[in-house]
């Protein structure tokens, strides 16, 4: 019996497979099957397997929708959280669902929520500024979060200044198995000053290497459904002129009391500012100031209508921001309200006809490849050799080190949302070797010499 297609259904099914070639909601996340994540216990510096598959699993479209799934567990290894926090991130077999076609919310913005507010490409949740604490006039204390209790609501601790030492090496933790992101999602080790030494001993790397030279890359999506972009774009809105950093138009206001919001209103007082208590503890500490002939500035939501490498007709898109030493800098990615209207949610099944977008299987193209940033350091290397990729890595990679004479020494790779591979040198003689970086007949060598003087 041969099966009849209606004019219509053929239809319909070329537009959604023509969406799915350009529409970079549904092209951008990094999809993995069998790679498994990782994490460190407080005091063993070697990561754990965690059993359960990392980045995103399935991508699942509509005419409107975008159904993302995924355990919510990044590729690079995740703890330990050196503040109690008892919990480890764990599998969430969450189902996102995002517009595919994001619009501008006309009325009063959106606030950004506790809780998820949007995804990175590789699964992983996005956070706002806060962390459910907030000071309690009546006890002249902090109260809510994982201490318990309800504060005020009014002066609301930011999670970045007052969690730190919670945070792993790569910039997360977890808040009840939900591993998360508040701020650009790359390593301590990795800015320009290092605020924080837990990757010392418990070494990660992040979603993506931030790089000054180069326009930065898709890592989200907020949960109205505009994109999200690293540190670094073009000056100009209409996608020239130099590569720039992005900068937030909030500033920590001139205050020692806090009586009053920045709009001038007053309010029920928070503590004085002290050494226990610093400027940007709070984050009604900020202020926005409009920066109108500056287009590097970012807007109210920490964004900007532009056009980027994955919207050429332009789009609008919100920034990591960060200061000029590569600290996260509020309000971190999206907020404190939301550009669009909010629509995107967890859901536990989907009910809609969808189709399954598979990516093509090697999608980085010679020149692509080619062009890939490769850092190999120490060079001369004695005990250890990193192999770093700058940017957003899109496909996994195979790096091979090689004795001049051509023989194999040691084999390892660059799994997809990750950034780097590490080689211990320890037993290998001095002299110089040759590392191989490859994605299948695609192959970049570097020279690096170790030294066990």
């Not at 991508?59 to 993302?68: E, F, M, T």
């Not at 002066?155 to 650009?184: L, T």
Request: proline share 6%.
């Amino acid at each position: 019996m041969v099966r009849k297609i209606s004019l219509l259904t053929l239809l319909s099914y070329f537009s959604l497979s023509m969406q799915a070639q350009t529409n970079p909601a549904i092209l951008s996340w990094l999809q993995n099957n069998s790679v498994l994540g990782s994490y460190y216990m407080q005091g063993n510096s070697v990561a754990l397997s965690n059993n359960t598959l990392v980045n995103v699993q399935t991508v699942q479209y509509s005419a409107n929708w975008v159904y993302v799934s995924t355990q919510g567990i990044p590729s690079y290894p995740t703890g330990p959280f050196l503040d109690g926090n008892p919990s480890q991130a764990t599998a969430r077999n969450a189902i996102f669902k995002i517009p595919l076609n994001p619009v501008q919310n006309p009325g009063t913005p959106t606030n950004t929520s506790p809780g998820n507010i949007g995804i990175f490409v590789n699964g992983v949740a996005l956070f706002d500024y806060r962390d459910g604490v907030s000071w309690k006039n009546s006890t002249n204390s902090l109260a809510g979060g994982p201490g318990g209790g309800m504060g005020d609501n009014v002066w609301n601790r930011d999670a970045i200044v007052a969690e730190r030492a919670g945070f792993d090496c790569s910039k997360g933790h977890p808040a009840m198995g939900n591993y998360h992101h508040h701020q650009n999602p790359s390593a301590f080790k990795l800015d320009l000053v290092v605020i924080s030494n837990i990757c010392n001993l418990y070494d990660a790397d992040g979603l993506y290497v931030i790089d000054s030279t180069q326009h930065s890359p898709l890592i989200g999506f907020a949960y109205d459904g505009f994109p999200i972009y690293g540190a670094y774009a073009f000056k100009e809105v209409n996608g020239t002129g130099a590569i720039v950093r992005m900068q937030s138009s909030y500033q920590l206001r001139n205050i020692t009391t806090r009586t009053t919001y920045a709009n001038g209103s007053t309010v029920t007082p928070g503590p004085p500012v002290s050494s226990t208590y610093p400027l940007g503890y709070f984050r009604e500490d900020y202020e926005y100031i409009a920066h109108p002939s500056e287009p590097e500035f970012l807007d109210e939501h920490n964004g900007r209508f532009c056009i980027t490498p994955e919207y050429p007709a332009g789009t609008y898109a919100y920034f990591c921001t960060v200061n000029e030493n590569w600290n996260s800098a509020y309000p971190y990615a999206v907020g404190p309200t939301f550009y669009g209207t909010k629509v995107a949610s967890s859901v536990t099944s989907i009910t809609e006809a969808v189709t399954q977008y598979s990516p093509v299987t090697s999608s980085i193209s010679e020149s692509d490849f080619e062009e890939l940033n490769v850092s190999v350091y120490p060079n001369p290397a004695g005990d250890l050799i990193a192999v770093q990729i700058k940017g957003l890595l899109k496909e996994d990679l195979i790096v091979k080190l090689f004795d001049l004479s051509g023989k194999l020494i040691a084999e390892s790779g660059i799994t997809k949302g990750s950034t780097i591979a590490y080689f211990d040198t320890r037993t290998y003689y001095s002299g110089m070797y040759l590392l191989k970086v490859s994605k299948g007949d695609m192959e970049l060598s570097r020279k690096v010499s170790i030294n066990r003087n």
